[in-house]
Each structure stands twice: as structure tokens, then as C-alpha cells.
């Protein structure tokens, strides 16, 4: 069984930062894509930002040049650096990855951001 355990979340003050984890575990044969998607209260599931295995990213534009995604691929792990949080950055968000060719997601951390 693979899995995604995603950390970091919490609740911040706006204009301040937060670091997202998201390791993958289990018997692990293959690592495509990793992401971030986020969920506001009452809204969809968008993404935020994905990385491929050769590090190449894309990140919605609401977030260019606030958050940085990254991966580790010696750790299994991606990270989601967030900078200059608003109120609106307000979700549950949820780590995403191809895992041995199956799509897997966590379970999802809660950030919110206070104004």
C-alpha cells in the first residue's frame, strides 16, 4: 500500500508563511508528478502547483510569485513554500501524485489564514 501523508498546516496571520510536506511511503517502484490542490469551504478542488520528476513546474496564477513548490526526490517527498499568505489562501489542502502509475492523494492538511 503507497500513501501520501501531507504536514505543515495551521493557522497563520496574513502576510505570513507556511511550509507544506507531502511524503510518499510504501512500496515505491515509480514517482511521477507531484502536486498541491487546495479546497476552500463550499468551492471545487483546484490545483495550486505541480512539479514533474525533472522539476519542471506549473503553478496557478493566484499564487505565482507567493508559493514555491519543490521536490526532494531522494526523500520522496514535495514541499509547497508559501509566502505573503491572504485570507483567501484559506483551504484544505491536499498533496497529489502519480505513485507506481496509480494517482494517489493525502489526506489533506488545513490552512487558514487570518486577516
Known amino acids: 500500500q503507497v500513501q501520501l501523508v501531507e504536514s505543515g498546516g495551521g493557522l497563520v496571520q496574513a502576510g505570513g508563511s507556511l511550509r507544506l510536506s507531502c511524503a510518499a511511503s510504501g512500496r515505491l517502484f515509480s514517482i511521477g508528478a507531484m502536486g498541491w490542490y487546495r479546497q476552500a469551504p463550499g468551492k471545487q478542488r483546484d490545483v495550486v502547483a505541480t512539479i514533474s520528476p525533472a522539476g519542471r513546474i506549473n503553478s496557478a496564477d493566484s499564487v505565482k510569485g507567493r508559493f514555491t513548490i519543490s521536490r526532494d526526490n531522494g526523500k520522496n517527498t514535495v514541499y509547497l513554500e508559501m509566502n505573503n499568505l491572504k485570507a483567501e489562501d484559506t483551504a484544505v489542502y491536499y498533496c497529489?501524485?502519480?505513485?507506481?502509475?496509480?494517482?494517489?492523494w493525502g489526506k489533506g492538511t488545513l490552512v487558514t489564514v487570518s486577516s
Open positions: 497529489n501524485a502519480y505513485l507506481n502509475l496509480m494517482n494517489v
